[in-house]
């Protein structure tokens, strides 16, 4: 079985998933190893931070270096030197990410434009079927665009044209040979209404039981394993969408909770606020089998994940922890200050820390802030310094897997409740 849960509390619970390359105690943190490496870091220090597993990029890996090669080399594990499980994405986000993300000037949680702008890009798309259409000169921004159940996209690299289908995503991650896969998808936008989710929801289920229907076919156990261990070589996320719009949201969870998916991924937008975001999840979890786990894609503030374990969410993934600490920002725990209206976080860059000998939190047992002090990396990141968005990036993700196992004790041992409220307040 893939996964077993070993304590509840609440919706809240721990539980083991089993893979081929070694198991994941949860709630976990997975780190992002985009291009098959988390920026900064080597996977030696990966394993020193006591990650359990890491999450690459269908698309990049793709366009650089390419499945055929990673193939020749045995597969990702081997390529990247990564003996513990690896998941990957679809390259589903990509498919908004360059596409409606652009136009839309948005993540999957807000948008970058103002009201009048929404407005004027509302009034643009209203009467065009299911609100799809867009002006001309908006559509030549969009690097990915759907036709059917292909998507064409610009490269990243070098603007060559290129295409993703269903078959196509999940016949990529077979060759990449990661332990967890996931569903084409389409990831919709903030600024996307109900008429155009719900297409989209109708696109997602079609290309999820394309996506099945290949894998059931075509996957087989490690073709670079030898060994007598019997557990399946791949398993299959099914990626629930619906945008915020709850009855979207339960009917995607009937949907794939009817189908034979190995677990879940929670993708797209649901809201911004935190209040009716984490109730739908919730209401979400409990459509879903019990004995399957749920991943929440691309969500990781220490504040989210406190409230989405409370929900149900056993996995999480976000590529924030090294992202801003290549911009100085700093993840402290709520014993140092830490807070919701400061996102656990602080910039090193301020003067103040300028000959500050502190280490970056003094409740922290990490290497780096064992090791070296405030005023010492304030100076590598201002300098320019590759090492300085080592030491800061290692941190930063300690603070999470630190947070993880937190949070893992406080369920087991029937304290989640109060470790929340010492975080969250």
Not at 357 to 368: F, G, I, M, R, S
Request: net charge neutral.
């Amino acid at each position: 079985m893939l996964f077993t849960i070993k304590s509840k509390q609440g919706k809240a619970r721990t539980g083991v998933i089993t893979t081929k390359h070694g198991n994941i105690q949860t709630p976990a943190f997975m780190p992002v190893a985009t291009k098959a490496t988390a920026k900064a870091l080597t996977q030696e220090q990966m394993e020193q931070l006591g990650s359990q597993i890491l999450m690459c990029n269908t698309y990049h890996l793709f366009l650089k270096p390419g499945e055929e090669l990673i193939d020749k080399f045995g597969g990702l594990h081997k390529f990247m030197n990564w003996n513990k499980p690896i998941i990957t994405d679809s390259g589903g986000f990509q498919v908004f990410s360059l596409g409606y993300g652009l136009v839309h000037k948005a993540n999957k949680i807000k948008s970058r434009l103002n009201e009048d702008e929404i407005k004027s890009l509302e009034k643009l798309e209203s009467g065009s079927e299911n609100g799809n259409g867009i002006k001309e000169e908006n559509k030549e921004k969009m690097l990915a665009k759907i036709k059917g159940d292909t998507v064409t996209f610009r490269s990243v690299y070098d603007n060559s044209v290129q295409e993703l289908t269903p078959e196509k995503s999940i016949e990529i991650q077979h060759k990449l040979g990661s332990d967890l896969i996931i569903a084409f998808d389409e990831c919709t936008s903030p600024l996307h209404d109900y008429e155009y989710v719900k297409t989209s929801l109708a696109r997602t289920h079609r290309w999820a039981e394309m996506c099945l229907t290949y894998h059931k076919a075509n996957v087989q156990k490690s073709k670079w394993d030898s060994s007598e261990n019997e557990t399946p070589h791949q398993f299959l996320l099914g990626v629930i969408q619906g945008g915020n719009f709850a009855d979207l949201r339960k009917e995607s969870a009937k949907f794939f909770s009817k189908r034979e998916f190995d677990a879940y991924a929670l993708g797209g937008f649901f809201g911004e606020s935190k209040e009716d975001m984490y109730k739908l999840v919730g209401e979400v979890d409990e459509i879903l089998p019990e004995n399957k786990f749920r991943h929440l894609l691309g969500i990781g503030t220490a504040e989210d994940i406190l409230l989405a374990v409370e929900q149900g969410i056993d996995t999480f993934d976000c590529n924030s922890a090294t992202r801003v600490a290549r911009a100085g920002y700093i993840y402290i725990t709520n014993k140092s200050g830490g807070t919701v209206e400061n996102k656990f976080r602080y910039r090193l860059l301020g003067k103040e820390f300028e000959d500050d000998a502190k280490p970056l939190d003094e409740n922290c047992d990490c290497w780096v802030c064992k090791t070296y002090t405030r005023a010492f990396i304030r100076h590598l990141l201002k300098a320019n310094e590759y090492t300085g968005y080592t030491l800061t990036s290692y941190h930063n993700i300690y603070f999470f897997i630190k947070l993880m196992e937190n949070i893992r004790k406080s369920i087991d041992e029937g304290k989640f409740g109060e470790l929340k409220k010492e975080w969250l307040g």
